[in-house]
T-cell receptor, first 113, second 113 residues
Framework: DGGITQSPKYLFRKEGQNVTLSCEQNLNHDAMYWYRQDPGQGLRLIYYSQIVNDFQKGDIAEGYSVSREKKESFPLTVTSAQKNPTAFYLC????????????FGSGTQLSVL | AQSVTQPDIHITVSEGASLELRCNYSYGATPYLFWYVQSPGQGLQLLLKYFSGDTLVQGIKGFEAEFKRSQSSFNLRKPSVHWSDAAEYFCAVGSNTGNQFYFGTGTSLTVIP
């Protein structure tokens, strides 16, 4: 979606390696989210942040870490503790309060070498 | 606990035929309900949303959905499907605090000529 940039589009991870997925937005939205998408499982929430320097775990946070040092940026690190990282990762933003809808980036496909 | 069920994993329809995608939700309070569409390798685009008021909501691309509280359903409909409607469709429920969204597992739509 316009205004949300996810990079890279494709990413490969070697065993034992940490990798970081970038999400940048220029929509001035307060809330940012990371979802993981696996075939047949829909979207599952990894982490979300409603304000700078604060974030909350979602349903599947183990093996992932995030930071929110700036309103515009919400990077996701997939650590070596995440044993099954191959998935499509989606970043989303929303306006608080109420979050009338989510705006989605175009996603990053992470694969394991 | 909040949850969304999309009972149909895959649906095939002929171009020009009508379409109905099913969605059932479980939510403790008045839900915010959404339908999103996803093309392969892309993010999600909002089709329509329901917060309150008229239970029949109109969305983009000729889609509509009806909220039925008694059935905990929010089914998506389109009277005449176009080949370009082939995509993955996700139903979602959100809290009115805006801090979490829950997605169904998706329904994949194939349109045959």
């Amino acid at each position: 979606d316009g205004g949300i940039t996810q990079s890279p589009k494709y990413l490969f991870r070697k065993e034992g390696q940490n990798v970081t997925l970038s999400c940048e937005q220029n929509l001035n939205h307060d809330a940012m989210y990371w979802y993981r998408q696996d075939p047949g499982q829909g979207l599952r929430l990894i982490y979300y942040s409603q304000i700078v320097n604060d974030f909350q775990k979602g349903d599947i946070a183990e093996g992932y870490s995030v930071s929110r040092e700036k309103k515009e940026s919400f990077p996701l690190t997939v650590t070596s503790a995440q044993k099954n990282p191959t998935a499509f990762y989606l970043c989303a933003t929303g306006v608080l309060p109420g979050n009338e809808k989510l705006f989605f980036g175009s996603g990053t496909q992470l694969s394991v070498l | 606990a909040q949850s969304v069920t999309q009972p149909d994993i895959h649906i095939t329809v002929s171009e020009g035929a009508s379409l109905e995608l099913r969605c059932n939700y479980s939510y403790g309070a008045t839900p915010y309900l959404f339908w999103y569409v996803q093309s392969p390798g892309q993010g999600l685009q909002l089709l329509l949303k329901y917060f309150s008021g008229d239970t029949l909501v109109q969305g983009i691309k000729g889609f509509e959905a009806e909220f039925k509280r008694s059935q905990s359903s929010f089914n998506l409909r389109k009277p005449s499907v176009h080949w370009s409607d082939a995509a993955e469709y996700f139903c979602a429920v959100g809290s009115n605090t805006g801090n979490q969204f829950y997605f169904g597992t998706g329904t994949s739509l194939t349109v045959i000529p």
